[in-house]
Nanobody, 124 residues
Framework: QVELVQSGGGSVQAGGSLRLSCALS??????LGWFRQAPGKERAGVAA????????DYATSVKGRFTISQDNAKNTLYLQMTSLKPDDTAMYYC???????????????????WGQGTQVTVSS
């Protein structure tokens, strides 16, 4: 069973930075990602990695501001967020899956395993 345990997040002023962490355990998964859900909105993809092909996909809204990375030695996935905006306020989730059938990596329904979520609040 794949398990994901998140840490990080919190409150920050606009322009600030935060880093989210996601510790993974269990069988290997070749796809790792971050998603977010704001109140009243659907869950949306933020950034994801296809490990086998070394391909990274970012949502347009975060490109250039957010960086997804992984530490294989620690089995941990990270999301470094900079130049945060109030629109980035949401519950953030890490996710993993073994198989992925679509060209873009940011379709939430295609992911199998999820972290517990962590709140990020950006004030203006």
């Amino acid at each position: 069973q794949v398990e994901l345990v998140q840490s990080g997040g919190g409150s920050v002023q606009a322009g600030g930075s935060l880093r989210l962490s996601c510790a993974l355990s269990g069988p290997r998964t070749d796809y790792l990602g971050w998603f977010r859900q704001a109140p009243g909105k659907e869950r949306a993809g933020v950034a994801a990695i296809d490990i086998a092909d070394n391909y990274i996909d970012y949502a347009t809204s975060v490109k250039g501001r957010f960086t997804i990375s992984q530490d294989n030695a620690k089995n941990t996935l990270y999301l470094q967020m900079t130049s945060l905006k109030p629109d980035d306020t949401a519950m953030y989730y890490c996710a993993a899956t073994r198989y992925y059938p679509y060209p873009r990596l940011l379709i939430p329904n295609a992911w199998s395993y999820w972290g517990q979520g962590t709140q990020v609040t950006v004030s203006s």
